[in-house]
């Protein structure tokens, strides 16, 4: 039976990778270099710490995502010969003032609880930190650390999904926008803005914010709406920065990633200059050395975010082959998305539980 997977972002294609190790022929169709992808707009992180503060199911599924993602890394880039750039070395957040450490460590904690215990942070004094991070300057008043957040070249990661996706025998066709799904009893058509046309026995939506259109045609409620994140990056510096934290990143090639924003826009994904001068002041806050250093690049991207932020995961209650997939997080949750999801759409016994993640709970 092969799977259409609408949407070749990069839940699309952990998807499609995953089906295809578990020897599922897979079709991706993926729109154009016009549409709003948050794949190749985002901060690269695969972040744990403080995920689900008050929806454990989520901290768990991210947790264990960002176990599954050294393997992960691994076998893709084995498969591919290329480099993610994967970095596992713990993450930070900054905090300004001792109040904020307190609700920091208040909340980590709570997590930690609901979690029974098996939640792992330390909090950092400023004397701590330094010894991790010795850059940082006098306003930074410490930071929680999780020994389970990392980050990668999000961009290196998409190109690598791809090529592993096509090296495994699925097909990936671009520019090509399906305009309409026309459900039948046990498969459905697809029909394209160019006209041509497509039977899938098996239908798997993840289309980023294009499922806002295509959601309702195969009866899910598909809630999502766009975000928009500012990002900027430096000029390239000699290597000091082992540790990302939300904001803050060394990507491998020496740039210093700073971001991201956070903004109820519309679909506007346009920077602009009050969102880029906070971006920078923010960085020179937490390292007084970055003030000298030139912004080479900033762009804006849209996030794909459901109503209360996490992830959808819903197979149709009137069309039993087709599923719904998207999430906020979809960098953190690939290799969840690759090991695990196909697991569900196939109805394995040792599929996870994705029912907290049903459309149900709107
Ligand atoms: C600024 C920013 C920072 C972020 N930082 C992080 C981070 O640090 N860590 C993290 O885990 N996540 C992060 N994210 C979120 C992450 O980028 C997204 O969760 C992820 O990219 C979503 O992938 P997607 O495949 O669902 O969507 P997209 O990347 O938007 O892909 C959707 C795809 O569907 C295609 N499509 C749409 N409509 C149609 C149609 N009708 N027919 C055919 N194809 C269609 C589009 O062409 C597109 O390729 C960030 C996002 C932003 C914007």
């Not at 599924?61 to 480099?83: H, I, P, Q, V, Y």
Request: proline residues 5%; aromatic residues 8%.
């Amino acid at each position: 039976m092969r799977t259409i997977v609408v949407g070749g972002g990069v839940v699309g294609l952990s998807l499609a990778y995953g089906l295809l190790k578990a020897g599922q022929p897979v079709l991706v169709l993926d729109g154009s270099d016009g549409d709003f992808r948050a794949s190749r707009g985002n901060f690269g992180l695969v972040w744990v710490q403080g995920k689900g503060a008050d929806f454990p199911p989520y901290a768990r599924w991210t947790r264990t995502s960002a176990k599954l993602w050294s393997g992960f890394a691994k076998e893709l880039e084995e498969l591919t010969n290329l480099k993610l750039s994967y970095e596992n070395k713990g993450g930070v957040e900054y905090c300004f003032s001792a109040q904020e450490m307190k609700e920091r460590k208040a909340e980590l904690s709570a997590l930690r609880d609901k979690l029974d215990g098996d939640y792992p942070f330390e909090m950092l004094s400023a004397e701590q930190l330094k010894k991790k991070i010795p850059q940082i300057g006098p306003k930074v008043y410490g930071a929680s650390y999780c020994p389970e957040d990392s980050h990668v070249n999000p961009l290196s990661l998409l190109r690598a999904l791809s090529q592993a996706v096509r090296m495994l025998g699925g097909d990936i066709r671009t520019n090509i926008r399906v305009m309409e799904i026309i459900p039948g009893e046990n498969q459905a058509e697809l029909i394209t803005e160019n006209s041509e046309r497509f039977v899938a026995d098996r239908l798997v939506l993840a289309a980023g914010l294009g499922a806002q259109a295509l959601g309702p045609q195969l009866g899910f409620k598909a809630l999502v709406r766009p975000q928009q994140g500012q990002v900027l990056i430096t000029e390239k510096m000699p290597h000091f920065l082992d540790h990302p934290s939300g904001t803050l990143r060394q990507v491998n090639e020496g740039g210093v990633q700073i971001g991201a924003s956070k903004a109820e826009v519309g679909l506007n994904d346009h920077e602009d200059v009050l969102t880029t001068a906070s971006l920078a002041a923010h960085a020179a806050d937490v390292f007084p050395m970055l003030a000298n250093a030139q912004i080479v690049r900033s762009w804006a991207a849209l996030r794909v975010m459901s109503p209360d932020g996490y992830p959808i995961y819903q197979r149709s209650d009137k069309h039993h082959y087709a599923w719904f997939v998207t999430c906020h997080s979809g960098i953190t949750l690939a290799a969840a998305h690759c090991e695990l999801l196909p697991r569900w759409i196939m109805s394995k016994n040792d599929a996870p539980d994705l029912s907290p993640f049903s459309e149900a709970r709107f």
